[in-house]
């Protein structure tokens, strides 16, 4: 049973920088938008993936790390596929497409694979900070953050660049009691310990090893 986590922040805010710290063996990337990366570092890239070629690699698993880079871009461009369609099925199949691709990972992958969403952020109605959609008819069907259980949101000052853990009411950002301070620097590798860690992964592992 593997763990998706949501990374929230606006375009620029360091959600692709979070994962500088990653060795190229540690972490596979898939590169929705099919951009450079903000590093030098190369790592393991799926570029322009859709959901047959993440599913198709997520389905080997041969990693316990993976990044869905610009998350939000696989709703957009399914509905840009479709867009001289008419109705509101498009909109029923588009959350339905996002929904299985985390129950894949939740049911087809290893309990200690963990896969990160990078996902931009927007403003809803009354002024949260909420996961981008392709607009209400979407929403309607399909409340991203709650197939979550944790949520984090990069936030950046112009200089500094760090993560928030929990809501103060006007964003979504979760995570569980006690895995996190409330902000965090802005590197996913640490997170990705921190999660290790908290649910006893690393330790099992060693266990494992010693028999």
């Known amino acids: 049973m593997g ?7 606006a375009s620029g805010s360091g959600k692709s920088t979070s994962l500088r710290n990653f060795e190229p063996s540690e972490i596979g990337v898939f590169n929705v938008a099919g951009k450079p990366l903000p590093f030098r570092k190369k790592l393991k890239l799926v570029n322009t993936a859709d959901y047959n070629r ?18 939000q871009y696989l709703m957009a461009f399914s509905l840009f596929d ?26 087809r992958t290893s309990e200690d694979t963990v896969v990160y969403l990078l996902h931009h952020t927007e403003q809803a109605d009354d002024g949260r900070i909420k996961a981008k959609t392709s607009g209400k008819m979407l929403d309607n069907q399909l409340t991203l953050e709650g197939l979550f259980s944790i949520v984090l949101l990069a936030e950046t000052d112009g200089k500094d660049h ?4 929990q809501s103060d009411g006007f964003t979504t950002a979760k995570s569980p009691m006690d895995m996190f301070p409330p902000k965090i620097d802005n590197d996913l590798k640490l997170v990705d310990t921190a999660i290790r860690e908290y649910y006893g992964w690393n330790a099992r592992q060693d266990e494992a090893k010693e028999e």
């Open 54 to 71: 993440i599913l198709e690699v997520l389905g080997r698993n041969t990693l316990k790390c993976y990044v869905i880079d610009d998350s």
């Open 162 to 165: 760090w993560f928030i853990t």
């Open 3 to 9: 763990t998706p986590v949501l990374i929230l922040g």
């Open 82 to 107: 479709r867009a001289k369609e008419v109705g509101y099925a498009k909109f029923t199949d588009c959350a339905l497409a996002f929904y299985n691709m985390l129950k894949f990972i939740r049911e």
